[in-house]
């Protein structure tokens, strides 16, 4: 319960870095940045010895990867985090596979010897976990199937974390991807949290000691109708108001791959509409939405470190406003030479 409440504690979030080699390689190789061990643990040392993260950033998400790395002088990366005062996460699912009789939808695995993988991980010095059950939205589907069958696998994860001492995270994520209305993902993100929540009683699974890190209700990535930002904001706390128990110390919102400024935006609008009468913290746990723009800038090149951990401080910085309600899109224009301000 301690470590929950200090997860989402100032108005700071988490950051989410546990891809897998994979899909780490997959950002590289769009970023035309070499896929390579090495590569990963620069780029790794980048993110967890940014100046000043702490301030906005109370809990990062590593991978298995990750956690074993060091930086170049030998200091492991655990360290280095938890001596700033971020403490240190990990991702122990292995990812959703396609789930037998459901044609396009998946099932998340890595029960499977997990007891002693998180006991190990907490030797390691992890401090809280992460499992992310992936909900397509699509004619026909999610199904029954597909919801219960997820929802009852975050459940007997969080229970296993909390039997190690962990913290849950517990990430149902309904993907943004189509042409669905944002009518369409309400639906399915209460259903699909009802089904987590029921699942979680059954496994005894204590709501105090949880981080829940779902998607904010939003329209399909290319429904013709793309609501404003408050009306996401209060659709989706009015949403999770309805099946989120105010026992859950707090909400870190996943960003799905919103570009970086919206999705502060809309952290911002929930916050400035709903911080006062919210039960639980409303944070954030991106991936995306923070480092995007530090990959792209830091580019695999070393000349280029400070930059990148200038512009991953600045949107993690500009998430911690979001989370007072105080963000200002202002806050994301370039700065103009002090000459040209007022000019042409
Ligand atoms: C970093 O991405 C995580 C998933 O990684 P893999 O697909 O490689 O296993 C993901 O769970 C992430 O933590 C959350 O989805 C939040 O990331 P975004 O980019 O959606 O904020």
Redesign the pocket.
Known sequence: METARALVAGDKGLL?????T???NKRFARAGISQTEEARRSYRELIVTTPGLSECINGA?L?DETIRQQKKDGTPFVKILSDAGIIPGI?V?I?AKALAGHPGERLTGGLDGLRARLQNYSKMGARFA?W?AVIALSHGIPSRGCIEANAQALACYAALCQEVGLVPIV?P?VLMDGEHPMGRCREVTEEVLQNVFAQLYTQGVMLEGIIL?PNMVLPGLTCATQETIDEVADTTVSCLLRVVPAAVPGITF????QPGKLASSRLNAINVRFKARSPWALAF?????IQRPALEIWHGEDANVSAAQQALYHRACCDQAACRGEYDAAMDEPMLPPGLIGGT
């Open positions: 989410a870095m546990d891809e897998s994979s899909s780490c998400i991978y991702k699912d990812g992460k992310r990430e994520e890190k996943l960003s799905g791959g746990s991106f991936a995306r939405a």
